[in-house]
């Protein structure tokens, strides 16, 4: 008797654990959660958080609960594969990620074996979805946009100046350095240096000698943070007066703290400020109560859940192709970047990219500020 007492016991308790198991779906979300890309890690990990809270206090996906599974890349392609790798050993069918370009093209082609939808909240280069591949998807817009906008701009704001292009020979780095070139040198304004620089550099003495005697008076950089603040601040240093312009990739207040005050009047691109939006507003100060300021790409990553969860309820499927053919046939979907849609390559359907200066703020910090 007690045999079969302790035997319907252990099967409650399996069959339990089982509904449990059955009732939870596994998203990843990689990108470089260590490093010092660290910064982008932390948005695209806490806005996943956070949508996934939020979806699964409303009842979750298709009545399935949601799992985070975080996978740190570090930044470094070789890792963004063992990332991806474990991602799908472990069972998981959608992941939000990886940051950058060069980590997030060789993982997706894991993804795409695996049967893994891969959404970016942040990888622009567009041969992410360029490669006719199922599975690749993202929340932002791409480097031929905004190189197109920040080309533009310097060839209108700046057509005397001279002007070097850097970039750090990334994937992402380059290719948004090459396009501003490009769109700028059609809009008849030629630089007058060209140079690429490797990531890690801490020292670019060099370079800087060599924009003075060119006589640069605005950089444009293709790259991300770390650097950018080390060449705006050694180039203060070194008493040559240039303002920085880059993109998307020097998006985090960090970049204050390394350039210093030498960051005042720095330019970038980067799409319109969600953080804005007014129907944005009770969930910012949410972020904001938990202790984390929800910049640059952590509305962008709770997006990218959004759109997963609004594509399986259009599916009415957890099954990652069928959600990915909804993601490109059944939008828009209501985000926290407004009404998202896709076309048949994964790119999103959003505003266009706009130009921020960075000055001090009302609280005497200097950030990031969209020019109206």
Request: proline share 4%; net charge negative; with cysteine.
């Amino acid at each position: 008797m007690k045999k079969v007492l302790l035997s319907a016991v252990a099967f409650s308790a399996m069959a339990a654990f089982g509904g449990y198991a059955q009732a939870e779906i596994l998203i990843g979300v990689g990108g470089p959660l260590t490093g010092p890309n660290a910064a982008f890690g932390a948005q695209l990990q806490k806005g996943a958080e956070q949508a996934a809270a939020d979806i699964n206090a409303a009842g979750g996906i298709n009545g399935e609960q949601i799992k985070i599974v975080l996978g740190d890349d570090v930044s470094d392609p070789k890792q963004g594969i063992s990332v991806a790798n474990k991602f799908a050993a472990d069972g998981v069918k959608f992941v939000i990620g990886h940051f950058n370009s060069g980590v997030s093209i060789p993982a997706s082609e894991v993804y795409a074996e695996s049967g893994i939808l891969e959404i970016t909240p942040a990888a622009t280069n567009p041969k992410f979805t360029e490669r006719g591949l199922w599975n690749t998807f993202r929340t932002c817009g791409r480097d031929d946009q905004q190189g197109g906008v920040a080309g533009k701009y310097l060839a209108e704001k700046f057509k005397d100046a001279k002007i070097a292009v850097i970039h750090d020979k990334t994937p992402y780095g380059q290719g948004l350095a090459d396009e501003t070139k490009k769109a700028m040198n059609a809009a008849g304004v030629k630089e007058v240096l060209y140079e690429g620089v490797n990531t890690g550099d801490k020292d670019f003495s060099a370079l800087i000698a060599k924009m003075k005697q060119s006589g640069v008076s605005i950089i444009y950089w293709g790259g991300l943070h770390t650097e950018a603040g080390l060449i705006i601040r050694q180039a203060a240093d070194q008493g040559l007066k240039a303002t920085l312009v880059s993109g998307d990739g020097i998006v985090s207040n960090e970049l204050a703290s390394i350039a210093g005050d030498a960051v005042a009047g720095t330019l970038n691109t980067f799409g319109p400020d969600p953080t804005l939006r007014p129907e944005n507003k009770e969930l910012v100060e949410k972020f904001k109560a938990a202790g984390f300021n929800p910049e640059a790409y952590t509305l962008y990553s709770y997006a990218a859940l959004q759109s997963i969860a609004e594509a399986a309820k259009a599916a009415g499927s957890l099954e990652a192709e069928k959600v990915a053919e909804a993601m490109k046939a059944k939008g828009p979907f209501k985000t926290v970047l407004g009404d998202m849609s896709f076309d048949a390559k994964g790119d999103p359907k959003l505003p266009g990219y706009v130009m921020y200066e960075w000055k001090k703020g009302p609280d005497g910090k200097y950030s990031y500020f969209q020019q109206m």
